[in-house]
């Protein structure tokens, strides 16, 4: 239950109005049916007495308006029930996606090298859109039920008990039936994590641009639309032999419901042929049952969706309550306002799950107003240098220091706002050249309004700084790799921080802006703390 209560409180904070309204639209929409019961049973044993002249036929025409009264007031509540639930239900959606996105802004970097967690990531992205809101309309259906279902035993008790209990004996077999499906479904979907996520893959691997030229240089499409085409078939192939076991038990549940519905029908034929009940009463107790059966059904699928969900939305929580290792020290110390040195003493590290050590008992000592270069082949945990600077993960033995001091000592938004670095796989942001700068200073309140020799092509693109970069939105301007590169490079410089790193800085730039990125660093050598990564 703890789950259940978890989801249903998560909808109520992300609109707290809409939640009551919907709370309240519930309670009337249950509660309208069955006035017009008593209202219909009224008419028709008005009517049938023949009874319209004088008095009568003015509590006919009183008892006709206030049925369509209260038709026409059951349909407003379901319009505006219904603009609620549209309203309940973006809120959600942008509500659970705020905290998919700052969850996954606060993990660390370790738990996107693991399996499992992508296959818990899959799993909340897939339930956190709708689950919270189905724990809500589960709890809406049961409270709504029992009203409803109140109302109709009090209408069926003066006709006889054993309608109440044929009413009872009959959805048991589809009560069990739902939970039964409900674990089936759950353990396959769970189950199949990964093949599902391996149809995402190759899905997007056939849309996205990225990979578009080498689909169409090495004739990939065919075989990848196999591999998505052959996933789809097992996956569908094993949940039709579930749906085949499941669908059999629903038509034995269905016999079971016709079979009472036949006695409880004829029981109350037997009764108004003898006169024990009016036509009017007939009618009323005969819908009621109807009706009733089918409270009793929304009744059994609610508690039935509450069982579904909080096996499902335990997805969701799973992801949310993961904890970052990578964390802030509770007394943090400030950070040096005039950086000298960076050392890397003793340093071993290796990736979750991985059998050896990227870097083992490594040294180095990184000074201001020097250009420290690293070397090496690949694979010999160069960039990984970068990620242990930046606390991105923290070393297995030995430390990193800055100025002498442990950075797990320092506040984490703090020490990597002292760091400016170029990745060796740089993000191309699709937004505007400026933007694209301005993303390396986006923590300061202040930003140097500087344009390095690098970007002397950003005066060619149609709108200048200010040119959408990329073709993913309208407007944009492709570039070549080696000036996304250039922008990268001017995004590390733009933060201005005392520490710049700059993995395999120039693996895209022509001879030109080469010496435009030497002269760039000759410029910042003297007063900053500059590594320098490249291939052997």
């Given at each position: 239950?703890?789950?259940?209560?978890?989801?249903?409180?998560?909808?109520?904070?992300?609109?707290?109005?809409?939640?009551?309204?919907?709370?309240?639209?519930?309670?009337?929409?249950?509660?309208?049916?069955?006035v017009n019961l008593y209202i219909l049973k009224g008419l028709i044993d008005s009517?049938?007495?023949?009874?319209t002249a004088g008095g009568y036929g003015l509590q006919v025409m009183w008892l006709?308006?206030?049925?369509?009264?209260?038709?026409?007031?059951?349909?407003?509540?379901?319009?505006?029930?219904?603009?609620?639930?549209?309203?309940?239900?973006?809120?959600?959606?942008?509500?659970?996606?705020?905290?998919?996105?700052?969850?996954?802004?606060?993990?660390?970097?370790?738990?996107?090298?693991?399996?499992?967690?992508?296959?818990?990531?899959?799993?909340?992205?897939?339930?956190?859109?709708?689950?919270?809101?189905?724990?809500?309309?589960?709890?809406?259906?049961?409270?709504?039920?029992?009203?409803?279902?109140?109302?109709?035993?009090?209408?069926?008790?003066?006709?006889?008990?054993?309608?109440?209990?044929?009413?009872?004996?009959?959805?048991?077999?589809?009560?069990?039936?739902?939970?039964?499906?409900?674990?089936?479904?759950?353990?396959?979907?769970?189950?199949?994590?990964?093949?599902?996520?391996?149809?995402?893959?190759?899905?997007?691997?056939?849309?996205?641009?990225?990979?578009?030229?080498?689909?169409?240089?090495?004739?990939?499409?065919?075989?990848?639309?196999?591999?998505?085409?052959?996933?789809?078939?097992?996956?569908?192939?094993?949940?039709?032999?579930?749906?085949?076991?499941?669908?059999?038990?629903?038509?034995?549940?269905?016999?079971?419901?016709?079979?009472?519905?036949?006695?409880?029908?004829?029981?109350?034929?037997?009764?108004?042929?003898?006169?024990?009940?009016?036509?009017?009463?007939?009618?009323?107790?005969?819908?009621?049952?109807?009706?009733?059966?089918?409270?009793?059904?929304?009744?059994?699928?609610?508690?039935?969706?509450?069982?579904?969900?909080?096996?499902?939305?335990?997805?969701?929580?799973?992801?949310?309550?993961?904890?970052?290792?990578?964390?802030?020290?509770?007394?943090?110390?400030?950070?040096?306002?005039?950086?000298?040195?960076?050392?890397?003493?003793?340093?071993?590290?290796?990736?979750?799950?991985?059998?050896?050590?990227?870097?083992?008992?490594?040294?180095?000592?990184?000074?201001?107003?020097?250009?420290?270069?690293?070397?090496?082949?690949?694979?010999?945990?160069?960039?990984?240098?970068?990620?242990?600077?930046?606390?991105?993960?923290?070393?297995?033995?030995?430390?990193?220091?800055?100025?002498?001091?442990?950075?797990?000592?320092?506040?984490?938004?703090?020490?990597?706002?002292?760091?400016?670095?170029?990745?060796?796989?740089?993000?191309?942001?699709?937004?505007?050249?400026?933007?694209?700068?301005?993303?390396?200073?986006?923590?300061?309140?202040?930003?140097?309004?500087?344009?390095?020799?690098?970007?002397?092509?950003?005066?060619?693109?149609?709108?200048?700084?200010?040119?959408?970069?990329?073709?993913?939105?309208?407007?944009?301007?492709?570039?070549?790799?080696?000036?996304?590169?250039?922008?990268?490079?001017?995004?590390?410089?733009?933060?201005?921080?005392?520490?710049?790193?700059?993995?395999?800085?120039?693996?895209?730039?022509?001879?030109?802006?080469?010496?435009?990125?030497?002269?760039?660093?000759?410029?910042?050598?003297p007063r900053k703390i500059i590594i320098l990564i490249t291939h052997a």
């Amino acid at each position: 239950m703890k789950n259940l209560w978890r989801a249903l409180l998560m909808v109520q904070r992300c609109s707290p109005r809409s939640f009551w309204l919907r709370v309240f639209y519930v309670v009337v929409e249950s509660l309208l049916p069955l006035v017009n019961l008593y209202i219909l049973k009224g008419l028709i044993d008005s009517v049938s007495a023949g009874t319209t002249a004088g008095g009568y036929g003015l509590q006919v025409m009183w008892l006709l308006v206030t049925m369509c009264t209260v038709f026409l007031a059951s349909r407003v509540v379901q319009a505006l029930s219904g603009i609620n639930n549209d309203v309940l239900n973006q809120r959600l959606i942008d509500y659970v996606s705020d905290l998919l996105q700052r969850q996954s802004a606060r993990l660390d970097m370790q738990y996107y090298d693991t399996p499992a967690y992508h296959d818990t990531f899959h799993r909340a992205q897939k339930e956190a859109s709708f689950r919270p809101l189905q724990v809500l309309s589960n709890f809406m259906a049961l409270g709504g039920s029992l009203l409803s279902i109140a109302g109709v035993v009090a209408m069926l008790v003066s006709a006889s008990w054993w309608i109440i209990v044929v009413m009872l004996l009959a959805v048991l077999p589809g009560f069990a039936v739902r939970l039964y499906k409900a674990r089936r479904i759950y353990r396959f979907r769970r189950d199949n994590t990964q093949l599902y996520r391996r149809t995402s893959y190759y899905s997007a691997l056939l849309t996205a641009r990225e990979a578009a030229k080498e689909l169409r240089a090495y004739r990939l499409a065919p075989i990848f639309r196999g591999r998505f085409v052959e996933a789809r078939h097992t996956l569908v192939k094993r949940l039709l032999v579930i749906s085949r076991r499941l669908g059999m038990l629903d038509v034995l549940c269905a016999i079971v419901e016709a079979a009472a519905m036949f006695a409880v029908v004829w029981l109350l034929i037997s009764q108004a042929w003898v006169g024990a009940i009016t036509i009017g009463s007939f009618v009323m107790l005969f819908e009621a049952f109807r009706r009733g059966n089918t409270y009793l059904s929304s009744l059994v699928a609610g508690v039935a969706g509450l069982y579904d969900n909080r096996l499902f939305v335990g997805n969701l929580f799973e992801f949310l309550d993961l904890e970052p290792t990578i964390l802030s020290p509770a007394d943090p110390v400030a950070f040096p306002v005039d950086v000298q040195q960076v050392e890397f003493r003793g340093v071993t590290f290796r990736y979750p799950d991985m059998n050896r050590d990227v870097l083992s008992n490594y040294t180095l000592v990184a000074r201001r107003g020097e250009i420290t270069r690293i070397d090496g082949r690949n694979g010999y945990g160069k960039s990984t240098l970068v990620k242990l600077l930046l606390r991105l993960y923290d070393p297995d033995q030995g430390c990193v220091l800055v100025d002498g001091t442990d950075l797990r000592r320092f506040a984490l938004d703090d020490l990597r706002a002292h760091v400016g670095v170029l990745f060796q796989d740089f993000v191309r942001f699709n937004l505007t050249a400026r933007e694209n700068i301005a993303l390396g200073a986006a923590h300061k309140s202040e930003v140097r309004n500087q344009k390095p020799a690098l970007l002397d092509f950003v005066d060619r693109l149609p709108q200048g700084v200010d040119s959408q970069l990329g073709r993913l939105f309208d407007g944009g301007s492709e570039l070549s790799m080696g000036q996304w590169q250039r922008m990268a490079i001017a995004r590390a410089c733009a933060s201005d921080a005392p520490i710049l790193i700059f993995d395999e800085p120039t693996a895209w730039l022509d001879h030109t802006a080469r010496q435009h990125f030497n002269d760039l660093l000759q410029e910042l050598a003297p007063r900053k703390i500059i590594i320098l990564i490249t291939h052997a």
